[in-house]
């Protein structure tokens, strides 16, 4: 295992992603006592379920550890100690050469059972490309995988991003749930939204119970739900804005070391990726509208039709998720390899292998498939 940046893992608690970073050190100190946490753990061995683990851009000397071309990769990250992450940590790759040898090496497992359940936890988060909360869970349970709540937060660094959107969002609920309330709507609607985010079971939030007639578990369904759809629109949001500029900057991406026959591939691969995620985009604006619609329904005095909506919406996570969480990484790989200002300036092997993995990643997608096929 080679030693991990420390400066990249010193900010991870303080600036990370929640699609970029599952920081499970801290869910331990955080949950380690609670009885879900000690019932249902992500990872059977302590020291996995006590890492970091975290999306990565490879860098070019990186990329020889792993066979065929990747730009990305999964992390691990064991901190050499948990509440002083400026000490670094010792990281290994998902899927690198020897991973699953030299796992087993350096971590106790208690058996051979144990080692490869965790194992294919592993993989499976290898496979997705972020760590969006909301598709996590429904990947997981669609192995037949269930592990305690916690593991599905929002990270801290985001759902302070979010407050000033999340208010926004949840003003005609507040006002419909709240209308004999003293405090000012909006100073009201930002208390709960920072309460909805960070710590749904809050007393302060029964009155959004109640005006959603949702209790048990069925509540808790709900909110995790309405968490995951505010979330999306959040990251849509943010994401949007850049979407023309990052396909003109694919489209006009220099390369060079490369045949008359190798341009024009390139040329008709870019092509394809920008069409593609015009697609994903649109497939993804056409889901968030059927929870527009449902909201809207609330805000016009009809509850139980989004109360309804939200109890059976955790099952469109899989294919929201998998497309934001795509769209997300081709924009954030794109702006952390090409710096805005710069006209992005490649080999031609380099451009084979990012043009690849994001054809490949965006087959992935169910209408992108079809687009690929055409």
Same mark, same amino acid.
């Given at each position: 295992?080679?030693?991990?940046?420390?400066?990249?893992?010193?900010?991870?608690?303080?600036?990370?992603?929640?699609?970029?970073?599952?920081?499970?050190?801290?869910?331990?100190?955080?949950?380690?006592?609670?009885?879900?946490?000690?019932?249902?753990?992500?990872?059977?061995?302590?020291?996995?379920?006590?890492?970091?683990?975290?999306?990565?851009?490879?860098?070019?000397?990186?990329?020889?550890?792993?066979?065929?071309?990747?730009?990305?990769?999964?992390?691990?990250?064991?901190?050499?100690?948990?509440?002083?992450?400026?000490?670094?940590?010792?990281?290994?790759?998902?899927?690198?050469?020897?991973?699953?040898?030299?796992?087993?090496?350096?971590?106790?497992?208690?058996?051979?059972?144990?080692?490869?359940?965790?194992?294919?936890?592993?993989?499976?988060?290898?496979?997705?490309?972020?760590?969006?909360?909301?598709?996590?869970?429904?990947?997981?349970?669609?192995?037949?995988?269930?592990?305690?709540?916690?593991?599905?937060?929002?990270?801290?660094?985001?759902?302070? /991003?979010?407050?000033?959107?999340?208010? $926004?969002?949840?003003? =005609?609920? #507040?006002?419909? +749930?709240?209308?004999?309330?003293? &405090? !000012?709507?909006?100073?009201?609607?930002?208390?709960?939204?920072?309460?909805?985010?960070?710590?749904?079971?809050?007393?302060?939030?029964?009155?959004?119970?109640?005006?959603?007639?949702?209790?048990?578990?069925?509540?808790?369904?709900?909110?995790?739900?309405?968490?995951?759809?505010?979330?999306?629109?959040?990251?849509?949001?943010?994401?949007?804005? /850049?979407?023309?500029?990052?396909?003109? $900057?694919?489209?006009? =991406?220099? #390369?060079?070391? +490369?045949?008359?026959?190798?341009? &024009? !591939?390139?040329?008709?691969?870019?092509?394809?990726?920008?069409?593609?995620?015009?697609?994903?985009?649109?497939?993804?604006?056409?889901?968030?509208?059927?929870?527009?619609?449902?909201?809207?329904?609330?805000?016009?005095?009809?509850?139980?039709?989004?109360?309804?909506?939200?109890?059976?919406?955790?099952?469109?996570?899989?294919?929201?998720?998998?497309?934001?969480?795509?769209?997300?990484?081709?924009?954030?790989?794109?702006?952390?390899?090409?710096?805005?200002?710069?006209?992005?300036?490649?080999?031609?092997?380099?451009?084979?292998?990012?043009?690849?993995?994001?054809?490949?990643?965006?087959?992935?997608?169910?209408?992108?498939?079809?687009?690929?096929?055409?």
């Amino acid at each position: 295992m080679k030693t991990a940046d420390r400066r990249d893992l010193s900010l991870v608690r303080e600036t990370a992603s929640t699609t970029r970073v599952l920081d499970l050190a801290f869910i331990e100190q955080r949950f380690r006592d609670t009885e879900d946490y000690q019932a249902r753990p992500l990872f059977k061995c302590a020291q996995l379920n006590s890492s970091i683990i975290m999306k990565h851009a490879l860098r070019l000397n990186e990329r020889r550890l792993f066979n065929g071309m990747r730009i990305t990769a999964t992390k691990i990250v064991f901190p050499f100690s948990k509440s002083d992450l400026r000490l670094g940590g010792a990281g290994i790759f998902v899927g690198e050469h020897d991973f699953e040898r030299t796992l087993k090496g350096r971590l106790q497992f208690a058996d051979t059972r144990s080692f490869e359940a965790d194992i294919d936890i592993l993989t499976l988060l290898d496979s997705l490309p972020s760590f969006d909360p909301f598709l996590l869970r429904e990947r997981l349970r669609q192995s037949g995988v269930e592990v305690a709540r916690c593991y599905f937060e929002v990270s801290e660094a985001d759902a302070s /991003r979010m407050q000033k959107f999340v208010t $926004s969002q949840i003003a =005609a609920l #507040v006002e419909l +749930a709240f209308s004999g309330a003293n &405090a !000012a709507p909006r100073e009201l609607s930002s208390r709960l939204a920072e309460k909805l985010m960070t710590d749904e079971t809050a007393q302060s939030l029964e009155p959004l119970r109640a005006t959603l007639r949702l209790s048990g578990d069925e509540y808790r369904e709900g909110v995790f739900a309405w968490k995951g759809f505010l979330y999306y629109k959040w990251v849509i949001g943010e994401i949007s804005p /850049r979407i023309a500029e990052l396909a003109r $900057s694919i489209l006009s =991406a220099r #390369v060079y070391n +490369a045949t008359r026959e190798e341009i &024009a !591939a390139l040329n008709t691969s870019r092509q394809r990726i920008v069409r593609i995620l015009g697609v994903t985009m649109g497939s993804i604006n056409s889901a968030l509208a059927e929870y527009d619609e449902a909201f809207k329904a609330l805000s016009e005095g009809r509850p139980m039709a989004f109360r309804d909506f939200l109890l059976s919406a955790p099952k469109m996570f899989l294919e929201i998720g998998e497309a934001v969480g795509i769209v997300k990484h081709i924009d954030s790989f794109w702006r952390f390899r090409f710096p805005a200002g710069r006209t992005p300036t490649m080999d031609a092997e380099e451009a084979n292998e990012v043009f690849h993995e994001f054809e490949f990643t965006l087959a992935g997608i169910g209408a992108a498939h079809d687009e690929l096929a055409v």
